[in-house]
C-alpha cells in the first residue's frame, strides 16, 4: 500500500466514523497541511463544508452552527498560527458549554522544532479551555489503526457533548505527499452503522434526595426563581410550572428564552433590572431563598440583589459545572433543569402557597407591572435613548425568529428594554467570556444552520472587530438582517467610573473611530440604510426586513446623550414607581 493509499484509508476512516455520530457539518479554512482531511470532508457524501477564509472567523462560525444545532462542528486549520487564531472561540466555548471538535493540522515530528516554516508546538495548544486533547498517530493503515481512529472518532463526538459540553482538540500529524487518493476513499466509506456508540445520560437525583429538597421548599415563606442563560427545550414548560405550585416570581433574564413564546408568563419578572436599582423597594422585595437556573445573568444590579440578600442560594446545574461568583451558595445541585423542576412539581402538586408567599408574589408582579408600564411609555418620549431601539424591536420582529445581541450596551440594554412577547424569538449570545470578538461570525453560523431569519444587533466596536466575518455571507449567500448603533466608539464606558475622569477619557476609553460602514455592502454585497432617527429606524427596519442576504441598517446615536438619557429615564421611572408603591 503507497503512502498516499494509508493516507487515505487512515483519514477517511477518521470523518466517515464522524458522520456515523452525528457530526455533518465542518468549517475548514485553507492551508497545505490540513490537505488530506480537507478533501475527505469535501468528498463525503454526508459531510457539509463550509469555507471561511479566517482562522478566527471560522472559530466563531462553528460555534454560531454548534449553539444553533445543538450538536458538534468539526474545525479545521492548517499548522503553525492559523491554530493559533482559533483560541477566541474556544474559550468561548468552553465557558458557554458549546460542542466543538478542532481538528489542527501538524508536521510530522522530525519536522517540530528543528527551524522547519509553518511549524509551532502544538500540543495541548488551548490547555485547559480543551476537555480533551489527543495526539493523532502518524497515519496507518492497519487494522488495528484504523479501528483506533474510528474509535476516537466517536470518542471525541461523545466527550465534546458530555456535560459540560465544550471543545476536544485533535492534532494531526502529516507527512507529505499529502494528496489522498481520490478513487480510494469510497472503499472507507461505509454503509454499516457507527463503530461504537456512546450514550450520554442527563443528570439526576435520588427519590429520596428530591423529597428532601421539595420538603425544605414547603418551609419557604419568600422565594424567587432566578433564570439566566439556558438552552434546554424542555425547559420553559418544566419550570413555569414549578412556579406556578411554589409561588415563586421568575426573575427571567432574556437568554433564558422565557420572555419569549406561547406559555404562562404571569409570573415571569422582565423589568427587574430596572426596579432593583433602588434602594426604596429592596425591604419589600427581599427573597429568603432564591433557586437560580442556567449561567449568571445580565443584569448587575440582579447579581448585586442576589449577594446582597445573603439569602439560602440553591443552584440546579445540569451540566455539572461551577457558576457561581457571588460566594452566597448554600446549595450546588447537579441534576437536568427540567428533570428538577418536573420532579418538584410533582412532589408540590398537592400543597397550597401560604399566604406569606401569595402577597410576595404580588409584590414583585405589581412592581413589575408600574415598572414595564413606566418604562414603556417613557422610552417613547425619550430623545436619543438607543433603548428605544430595542423596545421597538420587540413591535417590529417576525413572529419566528433568531435575535442575536452583541455584548457591552446592546445586551444590557435588551435585558431593561425587551419586554414578554409571544412571539418565538430565540435570543443567541456570546455570554461566556463576554467579549465583543466574533460576534458577526458567530450569528452568521446561526442563520447558515436555521432556516428562520436571523436578527443581530450590535454595537459599533464590535462590528468593526469582526468586519472580515462578512465574507462568509458573500461565498454561502446567508440572510442575516443587522442592526449596528454607531455611537463613534466605547458607549458602554459612559456608564462606568471612566467617564467621571476627563483627562485622557476619550483617547483611553471613548476611542472615536469615525468610520462610517456604508462600505462593508461594497466589499461584501448586501442591501445599506442609515437612520439618523426612530422613526428613520423604523421605516427602514420594515422596507429592509422584507429583503434577503445580507442587510446593513446603520443607525447613529451619541454617546453622551443616550447616557443622560438612560440617567434621566430612570429617575423619573423610579420616583412614579416608588410612589405608587408607598401609596
Not at 442591501?527 to 434577503?548: G, H, K, N, Q, R
Not at 442587510?551 to 429615564?569: G, P, Q, T
Request: aromatic share 8%; charged share 20%.
Amino acid at each position: 500500500m503507497s503512502n498516499r493509499d494509508v493516507l487515505t484509508a487512515f483519514t477517511t476512516s477518521f470523518i466517515d466514523e464522524l458522520t456515523k455520530v452525528g457530526v455533518v457539518d465542518a468549517v475548514v479554512s485553507p492551508g497545505s497541511r490540513s490537505t488530506p482531511l480537507a478533501y475527505v470532508m469535501a468528498e463525503h457524501p454526508a459531510m457539509k463544508v463550509w469555507m471561511n477564509i479566517d482562522e478566527r472567523s471560522a472559530g466563531f462560525f462553528a460555534l454560531g452552527i454548534a449553539k444553533e444545532k445543538k450538536k458538534p462542528v468539526v474545525l479545521l486549520c492548517t499548522s503553525g498560527t492559523a491554530s493559533a487564531n482559533y483560541y477566541p472561540a474556544i474559550v468561548e466555548a468552553r465557558i458557554s458549554r458549546v460542542p466543538l471538535i478542532v481538528l489542527t493540522a501538524d508536521r510530522p515530528h522530525e519536522l517540530r522544532d528543528v527551524g522547519a516554516p509553518q511549524a509551532i508546538d502544538q500540543i495541548d495548544l488551548y490547555g485547559k479551555h480543551a476537555k480533551w486533547f489527543v495526539e493523532m498517530p502518524v497515519p496507518e493503515a492497519s487494522d488495528e489503526m484504523l479501528r483506533f481512529t474510528r474509535n476516537i472518532a466517536s470518542r471525541v463526538a461523545a466527550t465534546s457533548m458530555q456535560n459540560p459540553a465544550g471543545v476536544v482538540h485533535l492534532n494531526f500529524p502529516f507527512r507529505e505527499p499529502l494528496m489522498p487518493v481520490f478513487e480510494e476513499m469510497e472503499n472507507h466509506i461505509t454503509s454499516c452503522n457507527a463503530l461504537v456508540t456512546i450514550e450520554n445520560n442527563y443528570a439526576q437525583l435520588s427519590l429520596e434526595k428530591f423529597e428532601a429538597i421539595a420538603s425544605k421548599i414547603r418551609n419557604v415563606k419568600k422565594g424567587i426563581i432566578v433564570c439566566g442563560q439556558i438552552d434546554h427545550d424542555e425547559f420553559t414548560e418544566a419550570v413555569v410550572s414549578f412556579a406556578d405550585k411554589t409561588g415563586f416570581p421568575i426573575l427571567a433574564d432574556p437568554l433564558s428564552q422565557l420572555r419569549v413564546g406561547i406559555h404562562n408568563k404571569s409570573n415571569i419578572i422582565d423589568s427587574y433590572d430596572a426596579f432593583l436599582r433602588w434602594e426604596t423597594l429592596y425591604n419589600d422585595l427581599k427573597p429568603d431563598s432564591i433557586i437560580r437556573f442556567g449561567a449568571m445573568p445580565v443584569s448587575k444590579p440582579l447579581s448585586l440583589f442576589i449577594k446582597k440578600s445573603n439569602c439560602e442560594l440553591i443552584v440546579v446545574d445540569g451540566g455539572l459545572g461551577w457558576r457561581e461568583p457571588t460566594g452566597t451558595l448554600s446549595e450546588m445541585i447537579y441534576c437536568d433543569e427540567a428533570i428538577f423542576c418536573r420532579e418538584m412539581s410533582d412532589l408540590l402538586v398537592n400543597d397550597s402557597m401560604n399566604q406569606v408567599q401569595t402577597e410576595f408574589l404580588h409584590k414583585w408582579k405589581n412592581i413589575n407591572k408600574q415598572t414595564s408600564v413606566h418604562l414603556s411609555s417613557g422610552i417613547e418620549r425619550t430623545e436619543g435613548h438607543e433603548g428605544a431601539l430595542i423596545a421597538q424591536l420587540t413591535k417590529l420582529l417576525p413572529s419566528k425568529c433568531n435575535l442575536f445581541v452583541s455584548n457591552s450596551m446592546p445586551i444590557r440594554d435588551l435585558d431593561t428594554f425587551f419586554r414578554n412577547t409571544s412571539k418565538d424569538v430565540k435570543i443567541h449570545a456570546n455570554r461566556g467570556a463576554n467579549g465583543i470578538d466574533g460576534i458577526v461570525s458567530t450569528a452568521l453560523g446561526v442563520s447558515a444552520s436555521s432556516e428562520i431569519p436571523t436578527f443581530l444587533i450590535i454595537g459599533d466596536l464590535s462590528f468593526f472587530h469582526d468586519m472580515n466575518g462578512f465574507l462568509a455571507a458573500r461565498i454561502h449567500q446567508l440572510n442575516l438582517f443587522v442592526i449596528v448603533i454607531n455611537n463613534d466608539g466605547g458607549g458602554i464606558f459612559s456608564f462606568l467610573p471612566q467617564y467621571g475622569e476627563p483627562r485622557q477619557y476619550e483617547k483611553l476609553f471613548g476611542t472615536p473611530h469615525g468610520m462610517e460602514f456604508s462600505s462593508v455592502v461594497g466589499i461584501y454585497g448586501g442591501t445599506y440604510c442609515a437612520a439618523e432617527t426612530l422613526s428613520d429606524f423604523i421605516d427602514a427596519f420594515e422596507d429592509l426586513v422584507m429583503e434577503e442576504g445580507l442587510r446593513i441598517l446603520e443607525v447613529f446615536s451619541n454617546r453622551e446623550k443616550n447616557s443622560k438619557a438612560h440617567k434621566e429615564l430612570m429617575r423619573i421611572v423610579s420616583e412614579k414607581v416608588t410612589e405608587e408603591t408607598i401609596r
